[in-house]
């Protein structure tokens, strides 16, 4: 499986963004999807995660009600809504596939895709 992330770029805040994540390789609806970004000298953290089915999804309290994550399985693509961007949400972003929501494992990654929020 691999996963190409895209749709980064430079916003001023209150701007918004979205993110996509393409799959290849197949096997995509069968499981979760995971956006982590890493800003510089920062450890990578969690952002938002939804499952095979898009019908539950988790978000850090950072991003909660700012962002929203979908995905479209006939496309297998994952999505990430950034909206009312702030300076802190610069970072990389990256885009994670797993295969079980009661694990916090992710085995497929994304290169990342860089957001600069300027204030």
């Known amino acids: 499986v691999q996963l190409q992330a895209s749709g980064g770029g430079l916003v001023q805040a209150g701007g918004s963004l979205r993110l996509s994540c393409r799959a290849s390789g197949g096997g995509f609806s069968t499981y979760k999807m995971g956006w982590f970004r890493q800003a510089p000298g920062e450890e990578r953290e969690f952002v938002a995660s939804i499952n095979w089915s898009g019908g539950s999804t988790n978000y850090a309290d950072s991003v909660k009600d700012r962002f929203t994550i979908s995905r479209d399985n006939s496309k297998n693509t994952a999505f990430l809504h950034l909206n009312s961007l702030k300076p802190e949400d610069t970072a990389v972003y990256y885009c994670?596939?797993?295969?079980?929501?009661?694990?916090?494992?992710?085995?497929?990654w994304g290169q990342g895709t860089q957001v600069t929020v300027s204030s």
């Open positions: 994670a596939g797993g295969r079980s929501w009661y694990s916090e494992e992710y085995a497929y």
